[in-house]
Nanobody, 127 residues
Framework: EVQLMESGGGSVQAGGSLTLSCTASGFTYEHSDMGWYRQTPGNECELISSISSDGSTYYEKSVRGRFTISHGRAKNTVLLQMNSLKSEDTAVYHC?????????????????????WGQGTQVTVSS
């Protein structure tokens, strides 16, 4: 059974930091592209960061320079280090694997394109 389990969300003041973690199982992690999506209150999802199987990374413009994606020390884990958090970063963050569309779109359609999708973890940033 394929699983993507996110953790690390929570509440933080603006300017603070959080690290999200996603642990994958049930598929070949080493050959997969991994990404993090942000789900807006309007139920749209946008890819904010990804790391390819070859190690190349992508950052959406609004998080560039503040967020860092990496593979964790634990096996089959991808991390998202979030610094200098802003109130507009408040959202549910989903981990996903393979077939990662970048454009913001309704979450149902994004979820249908990505091969695997996690349940999400809430991040709340208060100003």
């Amino acid at each position: 059974e394929v699983q993507l389990m996110e953790s690390g969300g929570g509440s933080v003041q603006a300017g603070g930091s959080l690290t999200l973690s996603c642990t994958a199982s049930g598929f070949t992690y080493e050959h997969s592209d991994m990404g993090w999506y942000r789900q807006t209150p309007g139920n749209e999802c946008e890819l904010i960061s990804s790391i390819s199987s070859d190690g190349s990374t992508y950052y959406e413009k609004s998080v560039r320079g503040r967020f860092t994606i990496s593979h964790g020390r634990a096996k089959n884990t991808v991390l998202l280090q979030m610094n200098s958090l802003k109130s507009e970063d408040t959202a549910v963050y989903h981990c996903a694997a393979d077939g990662l569309p970048r454009a913001r779109a309704p979450c149902d359609s994004v979820r249908g394109v990505a091969n695997y999708w996690g349940q999400g973890t809430q991040v709340t940033v208060s100003s």
